[in-house]
RNA sequence: GGCUCGAUGGCAGAGUGGUGAUGCAGGGGACUGCAAAUCCCCGUACCUCGGUUCAAUUCCGGGUCGAGCCUCCA
């Protein structure tokens, strides 16, 4: 297995530590609003990821946090004066619905930074211990300029870092590139004593300490977002290296590549962002996935609603394959080995899914009992890895378009096809036809199959 | 300004130093009462200028354009 390592910026194969148990950390979301699709890109990639290294290796320990202290959060629930845990849970709960509605599996692992205070403490003091940060003014922060490796991740020179700098330099740091690692909190906002006095920690300390409470002290494959190279994951780099006296944090760094909407960049602060739970009122959650893994996960990708109705497009063809089978015979066959080829290649989830429609195409060919059987387990498995194709062909096609449920109901489609086929059957061709068109222009396709008549809702 | 990464046919999107993935759209054919679905056939695509090479879309350098980071952000 192949993956590509920002920190060396080339691909390497992949060896775990300990191939009893891979380890793989991934930063998840600050729950202080609804999560949109460039949210869920890297959810649903790292399941991918998490789905194919399960195949190969007996234990995977899969974290991926919930930050549940945040600034952003006291905000939000100080403008609707709750406390911040009424925020916290309503954002993680609808977190969690919408990566279930595109099928991204839990990790194995899912800690919140509320539950990790003592950990996220103690792991500060041991920096102040070892001379990696000091106290000043309520604050503690991590000194830079100690950690020699710091810009190795991001691929940054220090003294440029600076010179860009649009931020003004707190007067207590001991050095302009200087983070926070815990800061002082008024009486009106939350805060947990330490001992540096009623406080709140860093965003980058949060995700250290997590990740050395539950994974230990090297961690196999660290993941994220590509914006979170700098300033996050150089952080997280430095605190937990100077942690753990010198021991190599993550061995593997992978980030995803951004989605955009009309050639630019989503996110809250720009205000051009689609909510998970607004596309998914007009596309099923597992034309999204697939939407979303049409691309490398390296690169840049493009959301629109054309992107979006490929998909389905490319499901109906997949799911069409499935239906077209029919009842076939059980068989135990596996995902081909170009498919996990494919994955095992860095994620190529664009060369898997051409493996699937080899799959697919090769399955409406064949007329042997026996091969088709093969054929339908083995597009099923490789599905399965990507977490696709596992409903039943017939609940594809007659799903509605979303969550918002639209066009004739089962029973009232089924009284017209009925119509037709006896209008048909009296060879009133004419008649047959106008129900369906009729059906048509309100979303309900009609086939002639052998197997008499099929429908699907467009 | 500094740094990172891209530029492939109508669209999306892999990949490769020399036999043009895959999907959608489109054209032709088979099948069909007509369609749809399915199958068969059809596209001489690799930003630009140099260089290396017997051979470059693929490697190297310049340019142009695009995205991202340098500030919270997946």
Same mark, same amino acid.
């Given at each position: ?21 891979? #380890? ?63 925020? #916290?849970?309503?954002? #993680? ?20 930074? #509320? ?344």
């Amino acid at each position: 297995m192949h993956l590509h390592n920002t920190l060396s910026g080339r691909k390497e194969e992949f060896v775990p530590l300990n191939p009893e148990r891979v #380890t793989m950390y991934v930063c998840g979301p600050t729950v202080y609003s609804f999560a949109h699709i460039g949210n869920a890109r890297p959810a649903v990639v790292f399941d991918v990821l998490a789905r194919v290294l399960r195949r190969r290796y007996p234990r995977v320990d899969y974290t991926r946090n919930i930050t549940d202290i945040d600034d952003k959060i006291n905000a939000a629930a100080a403008k609707e004066g709750v406390e911040i845990g009424v925020i #916290t849970r309503r954002y #993680t709960d609808i977190y969690h619905e919408d990566l279930d509605a595109l099928g991204v599996q839990r990790p194995t692992f899912e800690p919140k930074v #509320t539950e990790h205070l003592a950990h996220i403490i103690s792991m500060i003091e041991r920096l102040i211990a070892n001379g990696s940060a000091y106290a000043a003014q309520g604050h503690v922060l991590f000194n830079v300029p100690s950690y020699a490796g710091y810009g190795e991740l991001s691929k940054r020179d220090r003294r440029e870092m600076i010179a860009g700098a649009r931020v003004e330099v707190a007067p207590y740091k001991k050095d302009p590139s200087d983070f926070v690692l815990w800061k002082p909190s008024t009486d009106e906002q939350p805060g947990w004593p330490s001992p540096w006095g009623r406080g709140r920690p860093g965003w980058h300390i949060e995700c250290s300490a997590m990740a050395e409470a539950l994974l230990g002290d090297t961690i196999d494959i660290h993941g994220g977002g590509h914006d979170l190279v700098f300033p996050h994951h150089e952080n997280e780099r430095a605190q937990s290296t100077a942690a753990h006296e010198g021991a190599t944090f993550a061995r593997y760094w992978l980030h995803n590549g951004f989605l955009t909407m009309d050639s630019e960049k989503m996110s809250k602060s720009l205000g051009n962002v689609l909510l998970i739970r607004e596309i998914l009122k007009h596309a099923p959650g597992e034309a999204v996935r697939l939407a979303l893994l049409t691309g490398h996960y390296r690169q840049p990708l493009d959301w629109n609603d054309e992107a979006l109705a490929d998909a389905r497009r490319k499901l109906d063809r997949l799911y069409g394959a499935l239906r077209d089978a029919g009842d076939v015979a059980a068989s135990d066959a596996k995902a081909p080995d170009a498919f996990i080829a494919a994955l095992e290649d860095d994620i190529n989830t664009p060369a898997a899914l051409a493996e699937l429609f080899e799959l697919a195409k090769a399955l409406n060919k064949s007329t042997d009992a026996a091969e088709r059987a093969t054929l339908v387990a083995q597009l099923r498995d490789a599905g399965s890895v990507l977490g696709l194709l596992q409903q039943p062909p017939g609940e594809w096609f007659s799903q509605s378009t979303g969550s918002a449920g639209e066009g004739p109901s089962e029973a009232e489609i089924e009284a017209a096809l009925a119509a037709r086929l006896a209008a048909k059957a009296a060879r009133n061709f004419a008649e047959a036809d106008r129900i369906r068109d009729d059906l048509k222009a309100r979303g309900v396709l009609v086939e002639d199959s052998k197997d008499g008549q099929r429908w699907r809702r467009a």
